[in-house]
């Protein structure tokens, strides 16, 4: 399977494709999408950017809830975000949300690595249909850079 990750680019245009249903399917539908996800945060928890995300269990568990309801309907799943993004764009609203904390690059990297490791762990899904959602990921993660490490920032617009 390869997973892999391109550097971000300052300004550059970012593409990208949301996942395709077929891998919502086959993770086994909104619960199999809440287990990779909670998977994924436990490990956030254990990661070099843990210190972004709150230290309260609850309120740590609230973005747990949060971000599984994204990804359901990200993937093509049942609304469930709605209401959070305010009416706006789901990949938009995201980019906004992360404008508020500064991420660097080597942020993203430690993200889509702890994504990578709850991936590897998957079992039974088509490895195409992983590289499907992680190419997604890989793809629009560039856009949540928006601190650079000679100090500029940039907000990237879709
Ligand atoms: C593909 C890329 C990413 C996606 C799709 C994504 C998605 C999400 C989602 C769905 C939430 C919960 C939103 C809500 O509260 O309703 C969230 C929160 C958050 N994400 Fe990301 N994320 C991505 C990349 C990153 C990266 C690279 C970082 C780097 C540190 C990051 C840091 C955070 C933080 C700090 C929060 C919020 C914590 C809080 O509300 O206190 N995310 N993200």
């Known amino acids: 399977m390869s997973l892999d990750i391109t550097a ?4 550059k245009p ?3 494709k949301n996942p395709d249903l077929a891998f ?9 999408m809440r287990q990779l996800m909670y998977n994924f945060y436990d490990k956030i928890y254990e990661s070099d950017i843990a210190h972004f995300f709150p230290q309260d269990e609850d309120e740590f568990n609230e973005i747990k809830v949060k971000n599984t309801k994204f990804f359901i309907q990200i993937c093509g799943g049942p609304k469930v975000y709605e209401d ?3 009416g706006m764009d789901l990949n938009e609203y995201m980019v906004r949300l992360h404008d508020d904390f500064s991420i660097y690059e080597k942020s993203r990297i430690e993200w889509l690595g702890t994504m990578r490791e709850a991936l590897e762990e998957l079992e039974g ?3 195409t ?7 997604y990921l890989e793809n ?3 856009l949540t850079v928006n601190t ?6 940039y907000y990237a617009n879709l």
Not at 129 to 135: A, P
Request: net charge negative; glycine share 14%.
């Open 8 to 11: 971000v680019e300052k300004g």
């Open 140 to 142: 629009f993660s560039k």
């Open 14 to 16: 970012v593409e990208f």
């Open 129 to 135: 249909l992983v590289e499907d959602f992680w190419s």
């Open 125 to 127: 899904v088509d490895k």
């Open 84 to 86: 959070e993004a305010k």
């Open 24 to 32: 919502y399917e086959a993770v086994g539908g909104e619960e199999g």
């Open 148 to 153: 650079f490490s000679d100090g500029s920032t």
